[in-house]
């Protein structure tokens, strides 16, 4: 994720990073399995990137190749579910080959 912007952001993430996306595609998903999960604020300064690992599930039946886009909501303290949201900030279109 980057600030694009010009001016410092504060978005919200989960210790569990999963329980900040959700993807457009009904055969991608992110493994929302936490014991314990609390919603933690950071700042990101104009140009920053933030780099997290995101485990991922796909369904291993579903035609290949499938293209999904992930929606992350900057400041929420709820975990993201719902694809429809109005809320969500979506990704470039990514492509899962196998």
């Given at each position: 994720m980057k600030?694009?912007?010009a001016t410092?952001?504060?978005i919200t993430v989960w210790l569990n990073?999963?329980?900040s996306w959700v993807t457009?595609?009904?055969?991608v998903g992110t493994s929302q399995d936490a014991l314990k999960n609390y919603p933690i604020s950071?700042?990101?300064q104009p140009g920053e990137v933030r780099k997290e690992y995101l485990e991922m599930c796909a369904n291993p039946k579903a035609r290949r190749p499938i293209t999904f886009r992930l929606g992350f909501i900057p400041n929420t303290q709820e975990?993201?579910?719902?694809?429809?949201?109005?809320?969500?900030i979506w990704?470039?279109?990514a492509t899962l080959e196998k």
């Amino acid at each position: 994720m980057k600030n694009t912007s010009a001016t410092p952001k504060t978005i919200t993430v989960w210790l569990n990073q999963a329980w900040s996306w959700v993807t457009d595609s009904k055969d991608v998903g992110t493994s929302q399995d936490a014991l314990k999960n609390y919603p933690i604020s950071i700042t990101l300064q104009p140009g920053e990137v933030r780099k997290e690992y995101l485990e991922m599930c796909a369904n291993p039946k579903a035609r290949r190749p499938i293209t999904f886009r992930l929606g992350f909501i900057p400041n929420t303290q709820e975990p993201a579910q719902n694809a429809h949201d109005p809320k969500l900030i979506w990704s470039n279109p990514a492509t899962l080959e196998k």
